[in-house]
């Protein structure tokens, strides 16, 4: 369960109240280690999504997201697809930013409030059957972020904390997540990513490219499972009009 890597703006794992500026479009896709996934009855293999991402007015985020499924050995797929992806998970996910960094006060934080994947299963679902959270809504999460950006002239060291929740079996989330990230004065095209996201540890970096219109992503779960993506953005609201929209 990602932030970069489900396609929705955040760390690696952990979310955070950092967000796209008003309609940025983005588009991607990741390579994800079996690490990297919720469920082992569904996964326990490496897989791979891919995503559309939306952000309106810098306050909402929408993503729609798909992953991969292979066929298994378990009465349920048939033999022939075995091994092969056959199907996909789809899902959505959405953010919300209650308060801008530096909003009223100069030492405010940003705060973010966001959820993803809220089908049954999950959090909204509370009959018997479904708070056991081994059915649908395998990402579900619910969550509050804050962020705050510190800069100095080594660089800008971004500091977030979070807390999430869901009433999975599978994975459950019922705790806080702590990151850090740093992009250096020299190199701003670089992102440097630590996190604890409520269950691991684990490192990365984005690297952008061509103006920020590409992201690359690698990241170790764990410090050890290597994962990797690639998103290309646009704003829809660029240049000029864009400026004009905003007054």
């Excluded at 990297?36 to 007015?57: H, K």
């Excluded at 006060?105 to 809220?118: A, C, I």
């Excluded at 100095?152 to 929740?165: C, M, R, S």
């Excluded at 490219?209 to 829809?236: M, P, R, T």
């Amino acid at each position: 369960m990602g932030q970069h890597t489900i396609g929705v703006t955040g760390l690696l794992h952990m979310p955070s109240a950092e967000m796209q500026r008003d309609g940025t479009l983005m588009i991607g896709g990741n390579f994800l280690s079996k690490e990297n996934l919720p469920s082992d009855s569904y996964w326990g293999y490496d897989s791979y999504n891919y995503y559309i991402n939306i952000t309106f007015f810098h306050r909402l985020e929408i993503a729609y997201i798909c992953t991969l499924l292979q066929g298994k050995n378990n009465g349920y797929w048939p033999e022939q697809t075995w091994g092969k992806f056959t199907n996909q998970d789809r899902h959505f996910a959405a953010r919300l930013q209650v308060i801008k960094e530096g909003e009223w006060w100069k030492y405010m934080p940003g705060l973010v409030l966001g959820v993803n994947d809220p089908t049954t299963g999950g959090a909204f679902d509370y009959t018997e059957t479904a708070v056991s959270g081994d059915s649908n809504g395998y990402f579900n999460r619910w969550y509050i972020a804050l962020t705050k950006h510190i800069n100095t002239q080594a660089g800008e060291l971004g500091i977030h904390a979070a807390y999430l929740y869901n009433k999975r079996t599978d994975y459950p989330l019922n705790g806080p997540a702590f990151g850090l990230n740093f992009r250096p004065a020299f190199h701003k095209e670089l992102n440097v990513i630590a996190e604890y996201d409520a269950k691991t540890i684990n490192i990365g970096a984005t690297y952008s490219l061509w103006s920020d219109h590409f992201n690359l992503l690698f990241e170790l779960q764990q410090c050890k499972y290597i994962s990797a993506g690639l998103v290309y953005k646009v704003n829809l609201l660029g240049g000029n009009t864009w400026k004009k929209w905003r007054r």
